[in-house]
T-cell receptor, first 113, second 110 residues
Framework: EADIYQTPRYLVIGTGKKITLECSQT?????MYWYQQDPGMELHLIHY???????EKGDLSSESTVSRIRTEHFPLTLESARPSHTSQYLC????????????FGPGTRLTVT | GQSLEQPSEVTAVEGAIVQINCTYQ??????LSWYQQHDGGAPTFLSY????GLEETGRFSSFLSRSDSYGYLLLQELQMKDSASYFC???????????FGQGTELSVKP
């Protein structure tokens, strides 16, 4: 059983607010990822990390930022939320040499009004 | 550019066999993964092909042909609980990003 957690599960917030989506995993995985997924659509990689103090932007342009200060923690921050940020955000992790097998958290469904 | 093509929808009946195809065109290729996602849920890993051929995991099998840039997921003895979206994903380098296809929505009918 994979142990990867995301909070909050649901968030409704007004335009211009700063928000941080939390993601933690207890598996000691080195790699972590953030995806954005609209209903019925594919997953788009927005950020990833290969280890502590390593972060990269993904294939989808995003106005968010991430940090990886501890192995188990990979928070995503939106400095100023906009309605276009309304989506589901999925965090995932994978172990050494197993990037093909990613474990996903339950997701945060974000609505910006 | 990079692209993965899957059928958007597939319908089958309980007990049947269904094949979901995936063709890809990517700048790098190290293997093809398959994920299942139930409505409202998170994706879960099903299978991975790093080499050509067939991988079998219970009722699910996955196939890869690197020369044809093609793979498929085969689901046997379909059950109602198999109704979900299925995504193929290319591992584009040894280190580890995945590029996901747009997903195939499978509906299993009684």
């Amino acid at each position: 059983e994979a142990d990867i957690y995301q909070t909050p599960r649901y968030l409704v917030i007004g335009t211009g607010k700063k928000i941080t989506l939390e993601c933690s995993q207890t598996m000691g995985h080195d790699k972590m990822y953030w995806y954005q997924q609209d209903p019925g659509m594919e997953l788009h990689l927005i950020h990833y990390s290969y280890g502590v103090n390593s972060t990269e932007k993904g294939d989808l342009s995003s106005e968010s930022t991430v940090s990886r200060i501890r192995t188990e923690h990979f928070p995503l921050t939106l400095e100023s939320a906009r309605p276009s940020h309304t989506s589901q955000y999925l965090c995932a992790s994978s172990g050494p040499g197993r990037s093909y097998e990613q474990y996903f958290g339950p997701g945060t469904r974000l609505t910006v009004t | 550019g990079q692209s993965l093509e899957q059928p958007s929808e597939v319908t089958a009946v309980e007990g049947a066999i269904v094949q979901i195809n995936c063709t890809y065109q990517t700048s790098g290729f190290y293997g093809l993964s398959w994920y299942q996602q139930h409505d409202g849920g998170a994706p879960t890993f099903l299978s991975y092909n790093g080499l050509d051929g067939l991988e079998e995991t219970g009722r699910f099998s996955s196939f890869l042909s690197r020369s044809d840039s093609y793979g498929y997921l085969l689901l046997q003895e379909l059950q109602m609980k198999d109704s979900a979206s299925y995504f193929c994903a290319v591992r584009d380098n040894q280190g580890g990003k995945l590029i996901f296809g747009q997903g195939t929505e499978l509906s299993v009918k009684p």
